[in-house]
């Protein structure tokens, strides 16, 4: 018995990795096919595309984060009644963690999942040269898988028989189709990556339009029969997921434009783990819902609705009296500088946030830090205690503070080990962003704490 998945990889980050795998799930689905997504790497906001265009969560596959098991068990998970899984890369197909090692890498992940791999090549400018470039990516690692290729941004029908002629004579793998050069199509951007598709409005249009494109131009008969793979081996262990623990207390998140980048798992396995969540909405001035046991701030942009989240004086003050009350709470990103006394934009405007973390942060108009991080808990942090988890930072910001502060966690990234976030009351807040299904005792810590307070009500 056979299944089918397919990983859509890219020579380098910009090819069109996001454009052409959205294209390929909406021209699925015009199929009548249940499409499941993923996306290799830590990345938020692509996911939010693919969950948009499929109507079913897309799931991260990081090779890093989790061990092996833990990546097939959420692979596993989240192909449930699917017909085909999509797993788009990230960055080059051979980038990852270090240049050193196929680690982190989407490479790798194909390895791990046994799965073949479709190449997006960006053609412009060139014809036979694309043929050296496909033969390359063969023979880097023999392990992977690649069968196919789609060429972007080509010029012509015309332009694509020659890079398809080539391709296919010295590398022995077909070319299945091809996108023109179609500027209209394309995802606008902010910082490193997409805007997340809450802030978009209804793109069913778009998804439907790029389908049509992609069911123009790319052989999705072909496309479908070399998506055929043997069934994954059953992971060892067992699964993070279907517990199904009864309810015995309630989560607060926070779930709008400003607040929504949470992996999928980490809610679910605080709901396989017998929380309740409740969503509210920070930007709506939405009171902390009533009688909750914990609250979850997660990140995004807040930095965009700052002005609307300073005046929002209904969620901020249910949020500060709530927190000092003793309410068990994790915020992550931009949680954390919602917490903080006041944020700064670029526009050199002061906003006042919620004061529950002394110092101020200052939104600065270039990256100030991104990567893979590894974390242990200071002192004091009930969340992680002694274990070690495994998260990313992603943000324009910096943090500035005038007093000591007891830090929540001591963090190792590729610049060496450093101290951040803070823990204050009963809470646990940083930049780093953390997966749960890298560190599971994590949820039973946070769960004992919160009916601890509960049981103190």
Not at 60 to 65: F, G, I, R, V, Y
Not at 128 to 155: M, Y
Not at 190 to 203: A, F, M, N, V, Y
Request: charged share 20%; net charge negative.
């Amino acid at each position: 018995m056979s299944e089918r998945r397919m990983v859509i990889a890219g020579t380098g980050s910009g090819v069109g990795k996001t454009t052409i795998t959205i294209g390929i799930m909406a021209a699925l689905r015009k199929r009548g096919l249940a499409v499941q997504g993923y996306k290799c790497g830590p990345d938020y906001i692509d996911p939010t595309y693919h969950t948009t265009v499929t109507k079913r969560k897309s799931r991260n596959l990081d090779s890093w984060m989790f061990t092996k098991d833990r990546l097939l068990d959420i692979f596993t998970h989240g192909k449930v009644g699917a017909d085909i899984s999509i797993i788009e890369g990230v960055m080059g197909f051979f980038d990852g963690k270090s240049p050193q090692t196929n680690v982190g890498s989407t490479a790798e992940i194909s390895m791990l999942t046994k799965s073949p791999v479709l190449l997006v090549v960006d053609c412009s400018s060139m014809a036979r040269s694309a043929a050296a470039i496909v033969k390359g990516f063969q023979l880097f690692a023999e392990a992977t898988n690649i069968v196919g290729v789609i060429a972007n941004q080509v010029g012509s029908e015309g332009h694509f028989q020659l890079v398809k002629t080539a391709i296919e004579q010295e590398c022995g793998i077909p070319v299945i189709g091809y996108l023109k050069r179609e500027l209209d199509i394309e995802i606008p951007e902010r910082h490193l990556g997409l805007i997340p598709t809450i802030e978009r409005g209804d793109l069913d249009s778009f998804f439907d339009r790029l389908g049509d494109l992609v069911l123009e131009t790319v052989d999705m008969d072909t496309f479908l029969e070399l998506s055929i793979a043997e069934p994954l081996t059953t992971f060892s262990g067992p699964s993070l997921f279907n517990k199904n623990k009864e309810k015995i207390l309630k989560i607060a998140v926070a779930k709008d434009a400003a607040f929504n980048t949470y992996y999928p798992e980490n809610l679910e396995l605080l709901e396989e783990n017998g929380v309740d969540i409740i969503y509210f909405s920070p930007l709506a001035n939405e009171c902390l819902p009533n009688d909750v046991d914990g609250l979850y701030l997660g990140g995004s942009f807040p930095e965009v609705f700052a002005r609307k989240l300073g005046r929002n004086r209904v969620t901020k003050e249910s949020i500060s009296t709530a927190i000092k009350n003793g309410l068990p709470t994790l915020a992550e990103c931009g949680g954390f500088m919602y917490l903080t006394e006041s944020m700064v934009t670029t526009d050199n405007t002061k906003h006042e946030m919620i004061g529950m973390i002394p110092g101020e942060i200052q939104m600065k108009p270039t990256l100030q830090s991104l990567g893979y991080r590894e974390i242990v808990g200071c002192e004091g942090n009930f969340l992680l205690k002694s274990n070690v988890a495994k998260g990313h930072e992603f943000h324009y910001s910096t943090y500035h503070h005038s007093s000591e502060i007891p830090f929540a966690y001591e963090v190792e990234g590729m610049r060496g080990k450093y101290k951040e976030g803070m823990l204050a009351y009963n809470v646990v807040a940083g930049l780093t962003q953390i997966h749960f299904a890298s560190c599971p005792s994590l949820v039973d810590h946070w769960i004992e704490k919160c009916l601890e307070m509960k049981a103190m009500d």
